[in-house]
């Protein structure tokens, strides 16, 4: 369990919350967990934990303004991060109203983490933990129903992320890039992402570009194992007039849409290119923009979803 863990039992601490002084920019942040159980919350906590975030399990609702504004009143501009999950009850239907006053006493995002049901099932499977709503139905009754339940939750989060695929370091690796601030901070890490649309589309994708439309090299034998990232598939799709063409108006259109994105305060920008399977096309184009992006003084980092190993 990352940091300290606030017990149910306790009473909140205040009625009220102090709104900030006007005119004043609150210091601070804070990063509220949610999801559904089983996702890799407390992972995620750790990360954050690490990041130098005052990181909190199962913290009450009612204590949550209070939290909020402990961080904003830190003189050393705190950032904060807790965990808020189906352990709370019916209790998390007042979770949008309190969520509303939190977010007039401090910058805060709300990170929803979830899998697939079977995902969720082998987890719970191979831990031999019982799921928090209880032992009396099974595991996969209870997701259905933590499902339904946090769907409210959900709908007000600013990040939906799917962890069906990710291992604890690959979590780690995604909150680092999203969260981690560095000297230079631009405020805006780009993740330039390839995927097979056979998959299903990345949830966390802010763009998605189906890159479908050019040749396929799965149909030329010497390339159906190799990957985008190979010097002989990446000169097969790099030969193609549309090829330059679209990665020229793609890069502009980027190059256009990024200052905006910072100035609006956008911290994260998941640039995601889709091609069938997610192993050529898509890897290609991902590289390529990473390369432009990062020419142009972006932090920009590749990650390839479906590409095999």
Partial sequence: MAGKQVKKAAKPLVKKIVAPVAGLKP???LVILT????????SALKAFEDLGYYSVDNMPLDLVPRFADLIRQSKEGQRGALVVDVREGMRLDEFPAILKKVRKVLPTRVVFLE?????????????????????????????????????????VADIVLDTTKFNVHDLRAHINAQFEREASDRNLTISSMSFGFKNGVPTEADLVFDVR??????????????????????????????????????????EFLLPHYIKEGKSYLTVAFGCTGGQHRSVFIAEEMKKRLTAEGYRVKSAHRDMPH
Avoid: C, W, Y
């Fill in 27 to 29: 210091k601070g942040e």
């Fill in 35 to 42: 999801g559904m159980s089983g996702s890799g919350k407390l």
């Fill in 115 to 155: 899998a697939s049901d079977d995902a969720l099932v082998r987890r719970f499977s191979e831990t031999r933990r019982p799921h928090p709503l209880g032992r009396s139905d099974t595991v996969l009754r209870s997701i259905k129903a933590e499902r339904k339940r946090l769907d409210p939750i959900r709908n």
């Fill in 213 to 254: 439309f050019l040749p396929n090299p799965h149909f030329i034998p010497e390339f159906r194992k190799l990957t985008g990232k190979h010097p002989k598939v990446a000169k097969f799709v790099r030969q193609f007039p549309q090829t330059q063409e679209f990665l020229d108006k793609t890069a502009d259109m980027l």
